[in-house]
């Protein structure tokens, strides 16, 4: 599994967007990057994830560059609920053969400021 | 629609002792995975189900562990002689079985030994 790096933590106003980039500079054709995150007390939430195009849904957008060394998980207006630490992890999708459990690195710790 | 539950939510038991702890996963999941966290820690994966394939139990960390899965739906994990390293929180969470990492997790049980 490609190795992720990201910032260990960041501060956003209330009602503004959330920019929280990753770093998968030895991310192979067949890997995908998702997105988690774990707000205090509770379990891990998926939220999104991509292969090359960008991608979005109800809870946030995810950008991914054209080279693929790196994205971008936008939540567009940050409230006070998103303050969690955000994972991003690199998988193979669907035929991987391997235990498909999921592991988290250190990710960042968003803060929403009121 | 109903998400992943788990039950009980906590659970408060003397060490020796046996316990159970349930999930109900989201309708139509194949796949379901045992995990566990340790405050201010990672995921522990302990066993992953998927359709009527035999279980991974490579996670598990003793043969006081163990965990089934009836009728491809609801999952019991039971621990034995309950040791107070067993103090965690333990998550379940549950997949289609096609998009294996994009899973969707319970609150979780809070299982402390004393």
């Known amino acids: 599994d490609a190795k992720t790096t990201q910032p260990t933590s960041m501060d956003c106003a209330e009602g503004r967007a959330a920019n929280l980039p990753c770093n998968h500079s030895?991310?192979?054709?067949?890997?995908?990057v998702y997105w988690y995150r774990q707000i205090h007390s509770q379990g891990p939430q998926y939220i999104i994830h991509g292969l090359k195009n960008n991608e979005t849904n109800e809870m946030a957008s995810l950008i991914i560059t054209e080279d693929r060394k790196s994205s971008t998980l936008i939540l567009p207006h940050a409230t006070l609920r998103d303050t969690a630490v955000y994972y991003c992890?690199?998988?193979?999708?669907?035929?991987?053969?391997?235990?498909?459990?999921?592991?988290f690195g250190s990710g960042t710790r968003l803060q929403v400021q009121p | 629609g109903a998400g992943v539950s788990q039950s009980p939510s906590n659970k408060v038991t003397e060490k020796g002792k046996d316990v159970e702890l349930r999930c109900d996963p989201i309708?139509?999941?194949?796949?379901l995975y045992w995990y566990r966290q340790s405050l201010g820690q990672g995921l522990e994966f302990l066993i992953y189900f998927q359709g009527n394939s035999a279980p991974d139990k490579s996670g598990l960390p003793s043969d006081r562990f163990s965990a089934e899965r009836t009728g491809g739906s609801v999952s019991t994990l039971t621990i034995q002689r309950t040791q107070q390293e067993d103090s965690a929180v333990y998550l379940c969470?549950?997949?289609?079985?096609?998009?294996?990492?994009?899973?969707?997790f319970g609150p979780g049980t809070r299982l402390t030994v004393t």
């Open positions: 309708s139509g999941h194949t796949a």
């Open positions: 992890i690199v998988r193979v999708g669907s035929m991987d053969t391997g235990r498909r459990a999921l592991t």
């Open positions: 969470a549950s997949s289609t079985g096609t998009t294996y990492y994009e899973q969707y």
């Open positions: 030895t991310i192979s054709g067949n890997e995908y």
